[in-house]
């Protein structure tokens, strides 16, 4: 049987940590209380004699008030809870109330000579005083949120309705009269915004359309929205003209074409809404109207959640509450668990259904209005399911750990015996497998420290899916990590093992050196399979976020995006391999074993100057893009780490093509020093939180998810001594071409198990910002905001 306290932490809502009722506390003063009561030896009258206070220290009380009473037994009042409401009331209006929890005399005289219990007790009111005012806050918080998404919803409404009459009137205008078709009303409208035409008559002159449009804009300028011809100034339009809308709708530019169009809007859009110029307008549109539902939609399903956390937050804090008392009792013997609480159950988090009767209403908006009334279509919005982990997936990453471990051996064997990395053939034979081989291997790696991450993320209830803002139902697990990378790298290996006995058979080179590029265009053709094989969800998912990255400054820049441009960052030998395999496959030099010809070329050596500048310059991107949406200064600061980071990365790259020049080496070592300086202390001051000088933890931050606070310590050293390993560039050593290249494998090895590394403190350190906020909800922009309404 699983204990509570494991059972509570397992369930409680990670952000809210802090807020939840102390149980573990209280827990222990449960057992000081125990702890007292054991029995002790005294010394009376010369003898040692043991009094039995495991029954009650005032037992003795009692015999005495029964020999006076003599035909009375003393019995023991129940202990009372009294809550003192303290408010004001001034007029219509009344203040916010405080909760004050006390436990009335009689608990505290029956046990006066108990200090812990006294304790206990008061421990018990101030956790339950926290526990209603954080309730409270957030049940405020969430029906706030309810009533602006009412409103909201209400708007969408109007608009469509505002659409549909210009598309009908439009209709009418061109057919003339007795023209008809069918309604599309504003209750029943679908999340697909189709347009069905309404059975109604046009008068030639329109009245009745209008009538209805006027009545809507009346009703769009009681929730805040400006109209230039509203009923203020409709009077000084012209007889029968048509009202010009002079909204403003709130698109986030979360893609190129909404930036650009936020952009150029600025220059524009008083000349569209001109209400000077003749003709309509149509500034709202379809398209905006449909961006305005999707956001709309997306806030809905975050209240909903937020308000089914709020829940279980009131149902575990009260079984926190039920299973304390019950321990107090076992330990007093005295059942004082009762009163107190039925005076827990009076309390606002658990007497109060504001929160279920939300939760309801927005079931219902929901279903009628984005699901087309289909409930069990709504509920997948609403309440995701997540999918169960299969033993499946554990089974098949055992069984190609194994296959890959066997296969790798045999291609040692092989490759020994036949002497491919013998000087005679080890040029040719290292510059065609090694660097397929390499970026798989490198790729395979990172997959492995990411699922290491997750497991790790997982086991420290680091809520990573709502940090990253993963669908639940489709987010990666460590176990799916595993399985990609064994999966990826037996695959590789065992074409390698292929590759090499065809080589051994008396094959010649030209007619099976073609085997690497084939895998990598079958990975390739994998990663961009339209079926629903082989993780889809994630596989496009990461093509998304890779068109992000790669469109920066263009998309708005999401936790996750920025988080794997830091991923590329540690992945330039990865796409140096991918350039050389390119190059050597899409020329033909594999046919001709023109080794030289790819790397020869000017065009070759310019685009590694790209390649390795490529992925700092869309993480500087990044950085500009969300200055200019926050505002925060310390985006430019970031930005400045990244254009070290490319100086650098030029200097070193150039210096490799000079390395007898003394002024390059000198220009390699500042630019390095400055850059790694400056990422080292972004990585620990920003990123990780640490070497805050006023915490309680040395050099670290006062919170911490970890026990031991020496690994936190040792992954300072680490990172340290890994972030310096560039110092190899500027050293040479006389080894073989092999032995070269397997030392550049190893230190491009070193990075990404830096990173993996680097990862899981920046997420940590993420998380805890989320709990200090008590952020468990994304907040999601909405689309409509109140102006004032001056005609």
């Known amino acids: 049987m699983v204990k509570f306290s494991k059972e509570l932490e397992a369930q409680l809502i990670p952000e809210w940590k802090d807020a939840f009722v102390n149980y573990w506390q209280l827990k222990k003063q449960v057992k000081k209380i125990k702890i007292s009561r054991k029995p002790k030896h005294h010394v009376h009258d010369g003898n040692t004699t043991l009094h039995d206070f495991g029954r009650s220290i005032f037992d003795s009380i009692r015999s005495f008030t029964m020999s006076i009473t003599s035909h009375k037994l003393h019995k023991p009042e129940v202990p009372q809870v009294k809550s003192i409401i303290k408010g004001a009331v001034d007029g219509e209006e009344q203040e916010e109330q405080e909760e004050m929890y006390e436990t009335e005399n009689e608990l505290v005289q029956l046990f006066s000579e108990e200090d812990e219990v006294r304790l206990f007790f008061e421990m018990l009111d101030e956790e339950l005083r926290k526990v209603n005012d954080f309730y409270k806050t957030k049940e405020s918080e969430f029906l706030e949120r309810g009533d602006i998404l009412n409103k909201q919803l209400q708007i969408l409404l109007d608009l469509k309705q505002v659409l549909s009459d210009r598309r009908r009137k439009t209709l009418g205008s061109r057919s003339g009269s007795g023209f008809s078709s069918r309604s599309h009303s504003s209750s029943g409208r679908n999340s697909d915004f189709s347009e069905t035409p309404s059975e109604y008559c046009d008068s030639p002159t329109g009245i009745e359309t209008i009538s209805q449009t006027e009545e809507v804009i009346a009703a769009l300028e009681k929730n805040g929205i400006n109209f230039v011809n509203s009923a203020s100034t409709r009077a000084k339009t012209k007889k029968g003209g048509k009202p010009k809308v002079a909204m403003r709708i709130d698109i986030p530019a979360t893609t190129p074409t909404r930036t650009i169009a936020a952009v150029t809007s600025m220059l524009w859009e008083d000349l569209v809404n001109n209400p000077k110029k003749d003709g309509p307008r149509e500034y709202i549109n379809k398209k905006k109207i449909q961006c305005a539902e999707k956001m709309i939609r997306s806030a809905f399903v975050e209240l909903y959640r937020g308000l089914g956390l709020l829940r279980t937050y009131s149902s575990l804090n009260m079984v926190a509450f039920v299973k304390i008392l019950k321990k107090f009792d076992k330990v007093a013997k005295q059942q004082a668990s009762a009163n107190y ?413 830096r990173r993996g590394h680097w990862n899981f403190y920046r997420l940590e350190n993420e998380h805890l910002n989320n709990v200090g906020k008590f952020r468990a909800v994304k907040a999601v922009p909405l689309p409509f905001h109140e102006t004032d309404s001056d005609g």
């Open 341 to 753: 609480l039925k005076q827990v159950k009076r309390s606002h988090f658990i007497s109060s259904d504001k929160v279920v009767r939300l939760m309801d209403e927005v079931e219902s908006l929901f279903t009628q209005h984005f699901a087309n009334s289909d409930r069990k279509k709504a509920m997948k919005f609403l309440r995701p399911q997540q999918n169960k982990e299969s033993h499946v997936v554990t089974f098949f990453v055992g069984l190609f750990t194994g296959c890959f471990v066997t296969l790798f051996s045999v291609y040692a064997i092989l490759a020994h015996l036949s002497g491919m990395f013998s000087p005679r053939t080890e040029a040719d034979y290292v510059e065609t497998v090694y660097p397929v081989f390499s970026m798989f291997a490198l790729l395979s790696l990172h997959l492995f420290m990411y699922g290491c991450n997750l497991f790790l993320w997982k086991s420290t209830r680091i809520n990573y899916n709502f940090i990253f803002e993963f669908q639940p139902k489709t987010a990666l697990k460590y176990r799916d990590a595993f399985l990609i990378g064994t999966c990826l790298m037996t695959s590789v290996v065992g074409a390698l093992v292929v590759h090499l006995i065809l080589l051994s058979s008396g094959f010649s080179p030209s007619q099976v050196d073609a085997i690497p590029g084939i895998l990598l265009l079958v990975f390739l053709a994998l990663l961009i399979c339209p079926l629903n094989i082989f993780y889809r969800p994630t596989r496009f998912y990461f093509l998304k976020v890779i068109r992000n990255i790669a469109c920066s400054p263009f998309y708005k820049v999401l936790m996750v995006d920025f988080f794997m441009a830091d991923q590329l960052t540690s992945q330039i030998p990865l796409m140096r391999h991918l350039e050389s395999s390119a190059c050597y496959f899409l020329a033909g030099s594999f046919k001709t074993h023109g080794i030289p010809t790819c790397k020869s070329g000017r065009m070759y050596r310019e685009l590694a100057y790209v390649i390795s500048f490529a992925p700092y310059y869309w993480r500087a991107m990044q950085c500009a893009r969300r200055w200019f949406d926050e505002s925060d200064i310390n985006h430019l600061a970031n930005l400045g780490k990244y254009v070290s980071a490319m100086v650098a990365a030029g200097a070193r790259l150039t210096y490799a093509g000079q390395p007898e020049s003394q002024l390059w080496l000198a220009i390699v070592l500042v630019t390095s020093v400055i850059a790694t300086v400056y990422q080292l202390y972004w990585d620990f001051v920003k990123d990780w939180g640490f070497f805050n000088l006023k915490s309680k933890n040395i050099l670290l931050r006062d919170e911490l998810i970890l026990k031991n606070k020496s690994i936190y310590y040792a992954s300072i050293a680490l990172n340290l001594v890994l972030r310096v390993a560039w110092v190899e560039t500027v050293m040479h050593f006389n080894v073989a071409l092999f032995e070269s290249r397997l030392l550049d494998f190893f230190l491009a090895s070193l990075e990404v198990i």
